[in-house]
């Protein structure tokens, strides 16, 4: 079946680009490679960022309904602070999405990737999609009433399926549009995280090498 990659597609197409980034990413990125469809990954994106800002608000509000003293106590976040949540992660969302997509392109592009800076932020707004099951999986958990300890257990496992499921979209998608190696296209993913870990164990290690010379100056 093919579909058509432009921001003009029906709904029928956009649930199998959907279906497609999810299940099938290598042949759904190599066909979106020469025509990729910005727009609506980027609708996509910011439709699961309004669905898991209400979710996590709303199962925020309900726990803390629980809390003895609730209303009164406890502050009640109102439905008119809905708003501004959403709108923060809009923002949120929106800043990382164009930021460190530009540094992924740029990474694909020193690695020899041939891709335009849309492949590439169409490929980073689709490998968001895993995202979509967590909803879901926090649906059941509060219908349930899923013991804290399972929650916590389950939620962790999933939280993980779902990163490893986003990065593995991320590597293939980078591949397919910018038509080079798997090993290219998980450089240029894990560079930037290597590379935050890296400074942060600089920053860490300058901050005892400090409080070691302090204590010492000191006598502590």
Known sequence: MEMEMDSKTGSRNLFELIYGVLFDPASTFRGLADSPPFRDSVAILLILTIANALTGFIFFRATLADFPGFGYGV????????IPVVLLALIFTSLKYFLYGAVLHLLAESWGGRGTPKGTLTVYALAALPGI???PFELIMKLFNFP???VAVLGLITGLAVLVWGVV???VGLREVHHFRTDEAALTVF???AALIF??????????????AFAAATGL
């Open 133 to 135: 099951f967590l909803i």
């Open 191 to 193: 560079t930037p995280p």
């Open 75 to 82: 502050p009640d976040p109102g439905p008119w602070l809905l």
């Open 148 to 150: 804290e300890a399972a």
């Open 199 to 212: 400074l942060m164990i600089i920053f860490f290690v300058i901050i005892a090498v400090f409080a070691g």
């Open 169 to 171: 979209l991320l590597v």
